[in-house]
């Protein structure tokens, strides 16, 4: 029955038997209560589901349709079961049949169930596939299209964006160190303006950007923090400083697993939500419920290729999807995480990462997808670190190969990355002095820092450059005041800084004649009057004005209400309750008893699964009771999908009284 080699239909009986999904009863194997309603889909729907006629009869009444109803039934049964023909009469002779839909219906070798769905039962399926379940064998895996790569070029190249990666991160984190970029409302996510400002600095597409940033977050390098004026922020945690100390292969090992083990989907931020929203970054709904699963299927894949192959360019993304859906075959879709989706982004992230190259895995991508450690592995394909630059004439600084994680990050303060590879090239200008001198360095530091990073003598130019901004910043000061003071009188300006009791008005003298102080002003003005002055309140055109204080009102809060509306309400909310519980006991008591939940539902499923049919007393919408028999086809949502007679009927359970087999 099973298109499959008996061997493979064995093995496969003895998984389900390992995973108690089928027993042994004395009629030989069954399924377990429930399964075959689940296998079976939603209530009405075809599976192998019980019909009428027996296979020698299905297969006679096949013979005697004509070749376009034919090929009508085979596109149903091509299309999971079920196709809809709003037009076609549900009840139909075959002498009064008008096209293939009704040709099909009246031979009974499709059901109307009455809502403009046609049905294929499971018989019929099966007789119109030769008595196979399937068209074709389900036993062999669809194959991977490969293509020759040599291994050790695969490590190289996925070696190289490993190192990325944990420097990409460590300039990220080092950034959001001193400027944390604010949460989005409710801390929901990071904003367009920080994720585009992100991709510009590491000078990446801002979907690496968005996955540097999630990767940062699953391993628990970024969180969600509060900045000085108490926003929520996102910035680095206590364990960015211990990664920091750890080799580089170990850093990336951290980072890669994290994001192996992580549900969230990096691949949709920019996209649009159901509701036409745009996904950002670490949003709290960034997440799959497949994403983990698809992820390690689609590594595993790539993991079992021989030594030498890799996953064919073009073909080889949908060849995996393809074999992922022999793998899982019932795995639901959704509309944020389709299985292409998961595959693309898989594969473009494990790349992205350094798991792999050119549609393979490198050799510690297989050791850690197998669960071994693959920082040994990893360690041997990276250089060794160098800890110089060469300064150079043009204000550049060329990295004469990976540098290390301190000298990087603080040349990266002091200068801008102008291009990446072998030779990084870093450059100075006005700007990045500048930020470095904004960071706290003084122009004496930046002196320093630059001849002993640097292999070759300071070129005269970068020195200027240094020197200018220098003599320029800070020309104009910018601080905080949260008032001021001016009087003609500088002798009791000069008083007044040097009262004892002034010291926590945070006073700061700026002029013979102006003061500036910490404190606000409606508590600066009270404190100013106990010690012995009389201060008047200057207008912003620099008038006095003098007035009777407002009468000052505090904001209601929501729902609260004077003594009279708050009793008024309360009245008419009793009012509404007692007529609802009132409506709520006429209804019950005109309402049929329904049996006990368990034991019905026992019964129906036991029917179900046995294909057999059974007696239900059951009460309909004008309370008028009675008893049918029915062929039980499923339980979902509280109803009862049944066949009674050719027709496929829905059953409240809360109306059906009781169930029984039916009699001999």
Not at 60 to 84: N, T, Y
Not at 88 to 97: F, G, T
Not at 121 to 129: K, S, T
Not at 493 to 521: K, N, Q
């Amino acid at each position: 029955m099973v298109n499959a080699e008996e061997a493979a239909a064995t093995r496969a009986l003895s998984h389900l038997e390992d995973t108690c999904l089928v027993w042994h009863s004395l009629d030989g194997l069954r399924a377990v209560t429930g399964v075959a309603a689940l296998l079976r889909g939603s209530p009405g729907t075809s599976g192998l589901q019980p019909f009428a006629a027996d296979q020698e009869e299905v297969v006679r009444r096949l013979a005697a349709v004509s070749a376009e109803a034919r090929a009508m039934l085979e596109a149903v049964d091509a299309a999971g079961g079920q196709a809809s023909s709003s037009r076609a009469r549900p009840r139909v002779s075959v002498a009064e049949a008008a096209g293939p839909a009704e040709e099909l219906i009246a031979h009974g070798l499709l059901v109307s169930s009455g809502d403009g769905m046609l049905t294929l039962p499971g018989e019929v399926g099966l007789a119109l596939r030769g008595g196979r379940t399937t068209p074709a064998p389900v036993d062999v895996p669809p194959p991977l299209p490969t293509s020759s790569r040599a291994s050790s070029l695969v490590d190289r190249a996925a070696a190289g964006a490993a190192f990325e990666l944990v420097r990409n991160l460590e300039l990220l984190l080092d950034a959001w160190s001193a400027t944390p970029p604010r949460s989005l409302r409710g801390g929901t996510g990071l904003t367009v303006r920080d994720l585009k400002a992100t991709a510009e600095r590491l000078h990446v597409a801002e979907p690496t950007a968005a996955l540097l940033i999630e990767v940062a977050w699953a391993s628990g390098l970024l969180a969600l923090g509060t900045d000085e004026e108490g926003d929520p922020s996102w910035m680095p945690t206590e364990l960015f400083d211990q990664w920091l100390q750890q080799p580089l292969a170990a850093r990336w090992s951290h980072v890669a697993g994290a994001w192996l083990a992580s549900p969230r989907l990096p691949g949709l931020v920019g996209q649009r939500d159901p509701a036409g929203k745009t996904w950002n970054a670490l949003a709290p709904d960034l997440a799959g419920a497949s994403a983990v699963e698809t992820r390690r299927l689609t590594l595993g894949l790539l993991s079992d290729l021989p030594d030498g192959e890799v996953l064919a360019a073009g073909t080889g993304p949908a060849a995996v999807v393809a074999r992922l859906a022999w793998e899982r075959p019932r795995r639901p879709r959704t509309r944020t995480e389709s299985r292409e989706s998961l595959v693309a982004w898989t594969l473009t992230e494990a790349e992205t990462l350094g798991l792999g190259a050119f549609g393979g895995l490198a050799a510690y991508g297989r050791a850690l997808v197998a669960g071994e450690d693959p920082v040994p592995t990893l360690a041997g394909l990276l250089p060794e670190p160098v800890d110089h630059v060469l300064l150079q004439g043009d204000l550049t600084a060329v990295a004469p190969g990976p540098l290390e994680p301190a000298l990087a990050r603080m040349l990266t303060v002091v200068a801008t990355v102008e291009s990446h590879g072998g030779a990084t090239v870093h450059r100075f200008t006005k700007e990045s002095v500048r930020r470095a001198m904004d960071r706290g360095w003084t122009a004496t530091e930046i002196h320093a820092f630059l001849a002993a990073a640097s292999r070759t003598p300071v070129p005269q130019a970068l020195s200027y450059l240094v020197d200018d901004t220098a003599r320029t910043f800070g020309t104009v000061r910018v601080g905080f005041a949260a008032a001021y003071l001016r009087s003609d009188d500088e002798a009791a300006l000069v008083e007044l800084l040097a009262h004892p009791a002034a010291e926590s008005l945070g006073l700061r003298r700026l002029a013979p004649t102006v003061v500036v102080s910490t404190v606000a002003l409606d508590s600066l003005l009270p404190r100013l009057r106990e010690l012995g002055l009389a201060p008047v309140v200057e207008a912003p055109d620099g008038s006095v004005h003098v007035a009777r204080p407002d009468a000052r009102r505090a904001k209601a809060r929501a729902g609260q209400r004077s003594a009279g509306a708050e009793e008024a309400h309360l009245v008419t909310r009793a009012t509404a309750v007692a007529t609802r519980v009132k409506a709520g006991d006429e209804t019950a008591a005109s309402r049929p008893v329904p049996p006990e939940p368990a034991s019905t539902l026992a019964v129906l499923h036991e029917a179900i699964d046995a294909g057999e049919r059974v007696v239900i007393s059951y009460v309909d919408g004008r309370g008028v009771g009675g008893e049918t028999t029915v062929e039980p086809l499923g339980v979902e949502g509280g109803s009862l999908a049944a066949r009674v007679g050719d027709d496929v009927r829905s059953f409240a359970l809360s109306r059906i009284r009781s169930v029984r087999p039916v009699g001999p």
